[in-house]
């Protein structure tokens, strides 16, 4: 068996492994704080708010949980958003106990 058939599978990983890597790297130099409001805000109208969700009703916050590089904060609903974009989990706001 030709020795080139043993390092195909590798290079072929490889290849593969740099494509992803560049793709990820192209995701994460481009992608801004105002796109991922926008997306997550018009998510919250069509499919997550009330009938009378509005895109104003949205704000953009520094992550408030672990990895998560912006929250975005509709009404009474969060969407924790790691830095390529993608949603990490969503949540509700909570009420703070009174002391």
Same mark, same amino acid.
């Given at each position: 068996?030709?020795?080139? !058939?043993?390092?195909?599978?590798?290079?072929?990983?490889?290849?593969?492994?740099?494509?992803?890597?560049?793709?990820?790297?192209?995701?994460?130099?481009?992608?801004?704080?105002?796109? !991922?409001?926008?997306?997550?805000?018009?998510?919250? !109208?069509?499919?997550?708010?009330?009938?009378?969700?509005?895109?104003?009703?949205?704000?953009?916050?520094?992550?408030?949980?672990?990895?998560?590089?912006?929250?975005?904060?509709?009404?009474?609903?969060?969407?924790? !958003?790691?830095?390529?974009?993608?949603?990490?989990?969503?949540?509700?706001?909570?009420?703070?106990?009174?002391?």
């Amino acid at each position: 068996m030709p020795r080139w !058939v043993w390092f195909a599978p590798l290079g072929l990983a490889t290849l593969v492994g740099a494509l992803l890597a560049f793709r990820y790297g192209w995701i994460a130099a481009t992608i801004t704080e105002t796109d !991922v409001i926008t997306a997550f805000a018009q998510r919250y !109208v069509t499919q997550d708010g009330s009938a009378d969700a509005r895109i104003v009703d949205c704000v953009g916050l520094a992550g408030q949980m672990d990895g998560a590089w912006i929250t975005v904060r509709c009404a009474d609903i969060l969407y924790h !958003v790691n830095r390529f974009g993608a949603l990490i989990t969503t949540g509700t706001v909570s009420e703070r106990p009174s002391t």
